[in-house]
Protein backbone atom coordinates (compact mmCIF):
# COMPACT_ATOMS: atom_id res chain seq x y z
CA UNK A 1 0.00 0.00 0.00
CA UNK A 2 2.79 2.49 0.93
CA UNK A 3 4.21 2.04 -2.91
CA UNK A 4 0.78 2.81 -4.47
CA UNK A 5 0.67 6.12 -1.79
CA UNK A 6 4.45 7.09 -2.32
CA UNK A 7 4.88 6.75 -6.02
CA UNK A 8 2.50 8.80 -8.36
CA UNK A 9 4.28 7.53 -11.52
CA UNK A 10 1.87 4.26 -11.08
CA UNK A 11 -1.23 5.34 -12.37
CA UNK A 12 -4.25 3.31 -14.43
CA UNK A 13 -4.17 0.06 -15.09
CA UNK A 14 -0.59 -0.81 -13.05
CA UNK A 15 -2.54 0.77 -10.08
CA UNK A 16 -5.56 -1.45 -10.38
CA UNK A 17 -2.90 -4.46 -10.82
CA UNK A 18 -1.35 -3.34 -8.07
CA UNK A 19 -4.53 -2.98 -5.91
CA UNK A 20 -5.58 -6.42 -6.97
CA UNK A 21 -2.32 -7.95 -6.19
CA UNK A 22 -2.73 -5.85 -2.55
CA UNK A 23 -6.47 -7.54 -1.93
CA UNK A 24 -5.20 -11.02 -3.04
CA UNK A 25 -2.25 -11.34 -0.46
CA UNK A 26 -4.26 -9.47 2.45
CA UNK A 27 -6.33 -12.19 2.12
CA UNK A 28 -3.92 -14.94 1.81
CA UNK A 29 -2.02 -13.31 5.35
CA UNK A 30 -5.34 -12.53 7.01
CA UNK A 31 -6.18 -16.60 7.12
CA UNK A 32 -2.01 -17.06 7.91
CA UNK A 33 -2.60 -14.96 10.72
CA UNK A 34 -5.16 -16.31 12.24
CA UNK A 35 -3.57 -19.20 14.28
CA UNK A 36 -6.50 -20.96 16.26
CA UNK A 37 -7.95 -23.59 13.51
CA UNK A 38 -11.30 -23.06 14.37
CA UNK A 39 -11.08 -19.56 13.80
CA UNK A 40 -8.88 -19.98 10.73
CA UNK A 41 -11.58 -22.34 9.32
CA UNK A 42 -14.21 -19.50 10.40
CA UNK A 43 -12.21 -16.85 8.52
CA UNK A 44 -12.29 -18.96 5.23
CA UNK A 45 -15.80 -19.71 5.38
CA UNK A 46 -16.75 -15.87 5.75
CA UNK A 47 -14.20 -15.24 2.94
CA UNK A 48 -16.50 -17.87 0.67
CA UNK A 49 -19.63 -15.87 1.87
CA UNK A 50 -18.35 -12.84 0.74
CA UNK A 51 -17.35 -14.00 -2.62
CA UNK A 52 -20.98 -15.65 -3.32
CA UNK A 53 -22.38 -12.28 -2.89
CA UNK A 54 -19.71 -10.55 -5.16
CA UNK A 55 -20.99 -13.21 -7.43
CA UNK A 56 -24.52 -12.32 -6.83
CA UNK A 57 -23.66 -8.16 -6.73
CA UNK A 58 -21.93 -9.20 -10.38
CA UNK A 59 -18.44 -8.07 -8.64
CA UNK A 60 -16.59 -9.92 -10.43
CA UNK A 61 -12.95 -8.34 -9.50
CA UNK A 62 -13.78 -8.87 -5.79
CA UNK A 63 -14.79 -12.81 -6.42
CA UNK A 64 -11.84 -13.27 -7.89
CA UNK A 65 -9.52 -11.65 -5.95
CA UNK A 66 -11.04 -13.76 -3.17
CA UNK A 67 -10.63 -17.47 -5.20
CA UNK A 68 -7.13 -16.57 -6.48
CA UNK A 69 -6.46 -16.44 -2.52
CA UNK A 70 -8.30 -19.51 -1.23
CA UNK A 71 -6.66 -21.26 -4.29
CA UNK A 72 -3.35 -20.29 -3.38
CA UNK A 73 -0.27 -22.80 -2.75
CA UNK A 74 -0.32 -21.50 1.08
CA UNK A 75 -3.72 -21.46 1.54
CA UNK A 76 -4.25 -25.52 0.10
CA UNK A 77 -1.58 -26.00 2.60
CA UNK A 78 -3.84 -25.51 5.16
CA UNK A 79 -5.29 -29.30 4.57
CA UNK A 80 -6.59 -30.03 8.71
CA UNK A 81 -8.33 -26.41 8.28
CA UNK A 82 -10.02 -27.24 4.72
CA UNK A 83 -11.10 -30.44 5.93
CA UNK A 84 -13.46 -29.04 8.99
CA UNK A 85 -14.90 -26.76 6.57
CA UNK A 86 -18.72 -26.86 6.32
CA UNK A 87 -19.79 -29.40 3.57
CA UNK A 88 -22.37 -26.45 2.43
CA UNK A 89 -19.65 -24.03 1.93
CA UNK A 90 -17.31 -26.14 0.38
CA UNK A 91 -19.69 -26.62 -2.32
CA UNK A 92 -20.45 -22.94 -2.96
CA UNK A 93 -17.08 -22.45 -2.97
CA UNK A 94 -16.78 -25.33 -5.95
CA UNK A 95 -19.25 -24.00 -7.73
CA UNK A 96 -17.91 -20.38 -7.64
CA UNK A 97 -14.61 -21.74 -8.58
CA UNK A 98 -15.86 -23.28 -12.03
CA UNK A 99 -17.37 -19.47 -12.90
CA UNK A 100 -13.77 -18.33 -12.63
CA UNK A 101 -11.76 -20.81 -14.07
CA UNK A 102 -9.45 -19.87 -16.76
CA UNK A 103 -10.53 -22.94 -18.60
CA UNK A 104 -10.99 -22.58 -22.52
CA UNK A 105 -10.00 -18.44 -22.21
CA UNK A 106 -12.64 -18.01 -19.32
CA UNK A 107 -15.58 -19.57 -21.07
CA UNK A 108 -17.46 -19.55 -17.66
CA UNK A 109 -17.37 -16.06 -16.61
CA UNK A 110 -17.90 -15.07 -20.18
CA UNK A 111 -21.38 -17.02 -19.96
CA UNK A 112 -22.34 -14.85 -16.79
CA UNK A 113 -21.09 -11.62 -18.52
CA UNK A 114 -23.06 -12.19 -21.21
CA UNK A 115 -26.10 -12.90 -18.81
CA UNK A 116 -25.54 -10.16 -16.44
CA UNK A 117 -28.05 -7.71 -15.72
CA UNK A 118 -26.88 -4.25 -15.64
CA UNK A 119 -28.90 -2.30 -13.65
CA UNK A 120 -28.08 -4.63 -10.64
CA UNK A 121 -24.29 -2.82 -11.22
CA UNK A 122 -21.22 -4.70 -12.43
CA UNK A 123 -17.46 -4.70 -10.95
CA UNK A 124 -15.24 -5.93 -14.36
CA UNK A 125 -12.40 -8.33 -13.73
CA UNK A 126 -10.04 -6.55 -15.52
CA UNK A 127 -7.52 -9.05 -16.13
CA UNK A 128 -9.84 -10.49 -18.54
CA UNK A 129 -10.00 -7.46 -20.72
CA UNK A 130 -6.05 -6.99 -20.49
CA UNK A 131 -5.60 -10.44 -21.73
CA UNK A 132 -8.18 -9.85 -24.40
CA UNK A 133 -5.88 -7.53 -25.49
CA UNK A 134 -2.52 -8.90 -25.33
CA UNK A 135 -3.96 -12.10 -27.50
CA UNK A 136 -5.72 -9.41 -29.98
CA UNK A 137 -1.87 -7.56 -30.30
CA UNK A 138 -0.13 -11.29 -30.78
CA UNK A 139 -2.16 -11.66 -33.43
CA UNK A 140 -0.43 -12.26 -37.21
CA UNK A 141 -0.85 -8.61 -39.14
CA UNK A 142 -2.38 -9.47 -42.39
CA UNK A 143 0.27 -9.39 -45.25
CA UNK A 144 1.48 -6.05 -46.67
CA UNK A 145 -0.86 -4.86 -44.28
CA UNK A 146 1.24 -1.66 -42.43
CA UNK A 147 -2.41 -0.63 -40.21
CA UNK A 148 -4.06 -3.59 -39.09
CA UNK A 149 -7.30 -2.63 -38.71
CA UNK A 150 -8.67 -5.50 -37.67
CA UNK A 151 -6.83 -5.07 -34.47
CA UNK A 152 -8.12 -1.77 -34.06
CA UNK A 153 -11.71 -2.88 -34.92
CA UNK A 154 -11.03 -5.66 -32.15
CA UNK A 155 -8.73 -3.52 -29.72
CA UNK A 156 -12.20 -1.07 -29.74
CA UNK A 157 -14.45 -3.08 -28.93
CA UNK A 158 -12.93 -4.77 -26.06
CA UNK A 159 -12.38 -1.35 -24.12
CA UNK A 160 -15.45 -0.36 -25.07
CA UNK A 161 -17.20 -2.96 -23.69
CA UNK A 162 -15.15 -2.46 -20.54
CA UNK A 163 -16.11 0.88 -20.16
CA UNK A 164 -19.82 -0.13 -20.41
CA UNK A 165 -18.69 -2.36 -17.25
CA UNK A 166 -17.35 0.54 -15.47
CA UNK A 167 -19.96 2.82 -16.26
CA UNK A 168 -22.98 0.06 -15.12
CA UNK A 169 -20.66 0.13 -11.41
CA UNK A 170 -22.33 3.34 -10.84
CA UNK A 171 -25.47 1.95 -10.85
CA UNK A 172 -25.09 0.15 -7.13
CA UNK A 173 -27.43 1.83 -4.35
CA UNK A 174 -25.30 0.29 -1.53
CA UNK A 175 -25.31 2.15 2.15
CA UNK A 176 -21.77 2.12 3.08
CA UNK A 177 -19.94 2.48 6.75
CA UNK A 178 -17.21 4.95 6.63
CA UNK A 179 -15.25 2.66 9.47
CA UNK A 180 -15.46 -0.56 7.27
CA UNK A 181 -14.45 1.14 4.03
CA UNK A 182 -11.50 3.15 5.87
CA UNK A 183 -10.44 -0.42 7.02
CA UNK A 184 -10.95 -1.50 3.45
CA UNK A 185 -8.70 1.53 1.79
CA UNK A 186 -6.22 0.88 3.73
CA UNK A 187 -5.18 -2.89 4.24
CA UNK A 188 -1.55 -4.14 4.10
CA UNK A 189 -0.28 -7.66 3.35
CA UNK A 190 2.15 -9.84 5.03
CA UNK A 191 5.46 -10.29 2.32
CA UNK A 192 6.57 -13.74 0.85
CA UNK A 193 9.03 -14.70 3.78
CA UNK A 194 6.24 -13.47 6.37
CA UNK A 195 4.28 -15.73 5.01
CA UNK A 196 6.31 -18.87 4.77
CA UNK A 197 6.94 -18.11 8.30
CA UNK A 198 3.65 -18.09 9.38
CA UNK A 199 2.49 -21.33 7.21
CA UNK A 200 5.79 -22.83 9.15
CA UNK A 201 4.31 -21.70 12.53
CA UNK A 202 1.09 -23.72 11.97
CA UNK A 203 2.38 -26.70 10.37
CA UNK A 204 1.24 -29.60 11.94
CA UNK A 205 -1.76 -27.99 13.29
CA UNK A 206 -3.56 -26.88 9.81
Same mark, same amino acid.
Given at each position: ??????????????? !?????????????????? &???? /? #???? &???????? $???????????????? #?? $????? *??????????????????????????????????????????? @??? @????????????? #???? @?? *??? /? *??????????????????????????? &??????? $???? #??? !????? $????????? !?????????
Amino acid at each position: LELLIQNETIKGIDL !CISRFNLTVNWIISEILL &TKDI /T #LRKL &TIQRFIHI $AQNCMMLQNYSTLMEI #LL $ALGSD *KILKLKNTWRIIEPGDILIYKNLEKISSPFKNFANLRNELNNL @KPS @KGCVPFLGLYLSD #LIFN @KE *KNS /T *KNDLINFNKFRTDSKIVKSLIQCIQWS &TLYRLDS $ADEV #LSK !CLYIK $ALDEEEMNE !CLKDIEGTV
